[in-house]
Nanobody, 118 residues
Framework: QVQLVESGGGLVQAGGSLRLSCAAS????????MGWFRQAPGKDRESVGT???????YYADSGKGRFTISRDNSKNTVYLQMSSLKPGDTAVYYC????????????WGQGTQVTVSS
């Protein structure tokens, strides 16, 4: 089992920045792809981006340009740096873990709320 705990969410004005963290525990962190997702009210969960176990980083359209994903294997933590935030970025942000050979994310955090005011 992998336990994931997100933190760093909050209320921010449009144009501001936030850094979310996702701390993992329970198993060795390095063989897992780590993804960030978000879910706005009334909408489906969508991908923000993924940092592979190998270090490769991929962004979904929602994360391109203003968001930066990184991981620190020594701290078992993955980060989502968000800048130039917009009200449309308001959502619950989740991190997920996927073993590098798996086809789906099997482990999820509880989510952290990000609210961007105009």
């Amino acid at each position: 089992q992998v336990q994931l705990v997100e933190s760093g969410g909050g209320l921010v004005q449009a144009g501001g920045s936030l850094r979310l963290s996702c701390a993992a525990s329970g198993r060795t962190f390095s063989p897992y792809d780590m993804g960030w997702f978000r879910q706005a009210p009334g909408k489906d969960r969508e991908s923000v981006g993924t940092v592979r176990w190998s270090g490769g980083i991929y962004y979904a359209d929602s994360g391109k340009g203003r968001f930066t994903i990184s991981r620190d294997n020594s701290k078992n933590t993955v980060y989502l740096q968000m800048s130039s935030l917009k009200p449309g970025d308001t959502a619950v942000y989740y991190c997920g873990a996927r073993y590098y050979a798996a086809s789906r994310y099997d482990y999820w955090g509880q989510g952290t709320q990000v609210t961007v005011s105009s």
